[in-house]
């Protein structure tokens, strides 16, 4: 999934947009990757194997933020010429993105237009969300899932099947 990923990330025609319609772009995308990560958490719940569907959901997870960033990255720069320290390719939306994820910053592209510095915001408070909240959630309902599996709970939906979910 991983590799379909980085692939539509590649060949997906990124062009010019309207206005506006990069940060509503970015917001619809979000809502995409929260209902992947609902998703992805009850798939878990459900699961015969929840700490291998947990990585899993780590493993679409966290590549779904990047390129979703990454895109939003570069169809800004190609809008509004400039939003960055220097223009933008795939590779370098890709990688300011990782830089941002990783909190390190390189220093080597910076936003610099006012929609660039909003959506490395919104970067940053999702990569906070994802590292903290998500990964706790998926974790913790690995855990109760495979409790539940050791102690012979067949129906994941009871309650006490996954620590009262």
Known sequence: MTIVLFGLYAWAPLG????????????????????????????VMRSPYPTLQAVEAVTVSVPLLLLLFASTY????????????????????????VTVFASVGFGDIAAVSEPARVQVTIQMV?????????ARVLVGVAQRRRRALDAGADDPTEPDAVGGL
């Not at 999702?126 to 998500?134: E, P, Y």
Request: charged share 15%; glycine share 6%; proline share 2%.
């Open 16 to 43: 010019e947009r309207p206005r506006g319609a990069t940060l509503v772009g970015l917001v619809l995308a979000l809502l995409v990757f929260a209902a992947v990560v609902t998703w992805q958490i009850v798939a």
């Open 74 to 97: 570069y169809v800004t720069e190609r809008a509004q010429s400039g939003s960055f320290t220097e223009a933008l390719s795939r590779t370098d939306a890709l990688y300011f993105a």
């Open 126 to 134: 999702a990569d906070l969300i994802l590292i903290g909240f998500i």
